[in-house]
C-alpha cells in the first residue's frame, strides 16, 4: 500500500518514534502502526497533515500516462528474481567496456558473505533489480549488522573475497577477485540501518541456491528519495509501480 510505505518512510527520515509522530500528529500510536502496516489507509487530506508533521509535502500534479514503462514494468513484475538478475547479469556482459566491469560477479559475493554467517541486508541497485527495475547493477551494495562479532564475520568474508580492507570493516568499496562490494552502515533515509531495514527485508533466491535478504522496494525507494536527485526519480516511479503490483 502506498501510503503506508510513504508514511514509514518519512517518520524514519524525520528520525521520529512511531510513538513520536503520533504524539505530535494528535493519533493513537495505534492507528500509525496500523497505518505503516497496510491495515487501513488514511484519507489523503490526512496522509498530507502526516507528511507535513514529518517535514515532507506530496507534491500532487497530473502527468501523462507510459502505458509502455508499465508494460515493462509489469512484465518484470512476472519474472522470478533468479530470471531478473540473470537478465541482468547478460545485458552487463553485453556493455561490459573492460575486464574489470566484466569480472563484477554477484554470486560469488554473496556466496562468500553466506558461508561467513554475516547478517547484511542487500540495497542499492542489485537489490532494486531484484525487485524488477530496468538497471544493470555494477557493484553490490549491503547494509550489515554492527554487532561486533557480525562485524568481525564480515572482515572474514572480506578476507575470503581478497579484498584490500582496513583492520576493521567500515564504510566504503571493498574490490576484490569478484567485483566491488560496497558497505553501507547508515543507508541514506534510515535512521538505525541494518536494524530498520530489517522489519522489511524478505529472503529472495537469485540463483545457484542463494537467498539474500533484501530490502524491501518501499525501503529501496526510500534510499533513493532521501538523496533528493533528479536522475533517481524516475527509478523511484518504477519502485512505486513495482509495489502496487505486488500479491
Not at 574489470?100 to 532494486?128: M, N
Not at 547508515?186 to 522489519?199: A, K, Q
Request: overall charge neutral.
Amino acid at each position: 500500500m502506498v501510503s503506508a510505505d510513504l508514511i514509514r518512510e518519512a517518520r524514519l527520515r524525520a528520525g521520529l518514534t512511531q510513538q513520536e509522530l503520533a504524539d505530535r500528529s494528535g493519533r493513537e500510536r495505534s492507528v500509525i502502526a496500523r497505518w505503516e502496516q497496510g491495515g487501513a489507509a488514511p484519507s489523503l487530506e490526512t496522509l498530507l497533515d502526516v507528511l507535513a508533521v514529518c517535514g515532507f509535502d506530496l507534491p500532487l500534479e497530473l502527468a501523462d500516462r507510459d502505458d509502455d514503462a508499465l508494460a515493462r514494468l509489469r512484465k518484470n513484475a512476472l519474472l522470478s528474481p533468479e530470471r531478473r538478475v540473470e537478465r541482468m547479469n547478460r545485458a552487463r556482459a553485453k556493455l561490459a567496456a573492460n575486464e574489470d566491469e566484466a569480472r563484477f560477479d554477484p554470486y560469488a559475493i554473496v556466496a562468500a558473505l553466506e558461508r561467513q554467517r554475516v547478517a547484511y541486508i542487500v540495497i542499492g541497485s542489485f537489490a532494486r533489480v531484484i525487485h524488477g527495475t530496468d538497471e544493470i547493477a555494477r557493484e553490490l551494495e549491503i547494509t550489515p549488522s554492527r554487532q561486533p562479532p557480525n562485524l568481525a564475520r564480515l572482515q572474514r568474508a572480506l578476507h575470503e573475497l581478497a579484498a584490500t580492507t582496513p583492520a576493521a570493516p567500515a564504510e566504503g568499496t571493498f574490490t576484490g577477485a569478484h567485483g566491488p562490494l560496497s558497505v553501507v552502515l547508515e543507508p541514506p533515509g534510515s535512521r538505525r540501518g541494518y536494524t530498520d531495514l530489517r522489519r522489511a527485508a524478505s529472503r529472495e533466491p537469485i540463483g545457484h541456491g542463494l537467498r539474500p535478504a533484501v530490502a524491501s522496494a518501499a525501503d529501496l525507494a526510500g534510499m533513493l528519495s532521501a538523496l533528493d536527485r533528479d536522475e533517481d526519480r524516475p527509478t523511484v516511479h518504477a519502485l512505486r509501480r513495482l509495489i502496487r503490483f505486488e500479491p
